[in-house]
């Protein structure tokens, strides 16, 4: 039996040498908990679907903003989406926890999916929400974007480099969309912007998960995506999901890459949909 769900709260956490800024409910349940991991740039992307998934499933739910982000500060050097896996089990050695459903959005489905290879013991269930077009047909193209980004981080510097992205990303009006729908993240993504430019985008370039990886998944997969994105992102799907031996595929529609922002109904009721069908 789970007890009423408590107003999440935010806390600092060392885990492994890395600093994290962890939100959890106060919840009690024996069912595996829901870890959402933070994401780049905009690093709590998922909290609005955390808030939603906590009323709603009766068991913990968890986000964590990764190292470089909030508290932690920034990250020295290039990132490693398998270190940032690394402090995924951290964080759940920790916490006690022995297996969690693991969901990711963006860079951080990357994460999610690379935990679940590396770690397939920890994962109860897996859910990557338009994972980096990396494997896809586009991934030249998304390679090129990458570091023409970085070229623009060099001659503008974090901040502007960062609102020149989301204004192409999102909208122009970007800042009082995001504000409005997740207040004090603009200010947030200013300052974690230097990690997404040194840390975060070299590790998304070196990132070589490959059909092998996917082949030591045990936990079922669910691979969100949205009709209004890039062709890329679904084009990226396209490409990994025959290699996971269960894996589901939900497609909501009219929302685009931001959708755990825009449409954070559609994306709970996907993602609780897919926990409900577990026979845990």
Not at 15 to 30: I, Y
Not at 90 to 119: K, T, W
Not at 233 to 249: K, L, M
Request: glycine share 6%; aromatic share 6%.
């Amino acid at each position: 039996m789970s007890s009423v769900v408590e107003q999440g709260r935010w806390r600092a956490i060392d885990v492994g040498g890395a600093k994290l800024d962890l939100w959890e409910t106060g919840v009690r349940s024996d069912k595996p908990p829901v870890i959402l991991i933070g994401t780049a740039l905009t690093a709590d992307e998922l909290l609005p679907v955390a808030r939603l998934l906590a009323a709603d499933l009766g068991r913990p739910v968890l986000a964590y903003r990764r190292r470089g982000y909030g508290t932690a500060g920034t990250v020295a050097g290039s990132g490693s989406v398998r270190l940032d896996a690394g402090d995924l089990v951290a964080l759940m050695d920790e916490l006690d926890i022995p297996r969690a459903v693991i969901v990711g959005v963006s860079y951080s489905g990357a994460v999610a999916l690379q935990a679940a290879a590396d770690h397939p013991e920890r994962c109860a269930r897996v859910v990557a929400i338009e994972p980096p077009p990396v494997q896809s047909a586009s991934a030249s193209a998304f390679r090129v974007a990458n570091t023409r980004l970085v070229t623009e981080y060099e001659h503008l510097g974090a901040v502007r480099a960062a609102d020149r992205f989301l204004s192409r990303l999102m909208d122009p009006h970007w800042r009082l969309d995001v504000e409005r729908m997740l207040p004090g993240a603009v200010a947030q993504a200013e300052a974690d912007a230097e990690t997404f430019f040194t840390a975060d985008i070299p590790a998304l370039l070196a990132w070589d998960y490959t059909e092998a990886d996917a082949a030591k998944v045990t936990a079922p997969v669910l691979l969100v995506s949205g009709t209004a994105s890039a062709h890329w992102f679904e084009e990226e799907i396209e490409a990994i999901r025959a290699w996971f031996p269960d894996v589901a595929h939900v497609s909501l529609p009219n929302a685009d890459h931001s959708m755990a922002l825009t449409h954070p109904t559609e994306v709970e009721a996907a993602v609780a949909g897919f926990i409900r069908d577990a026979a845990e």
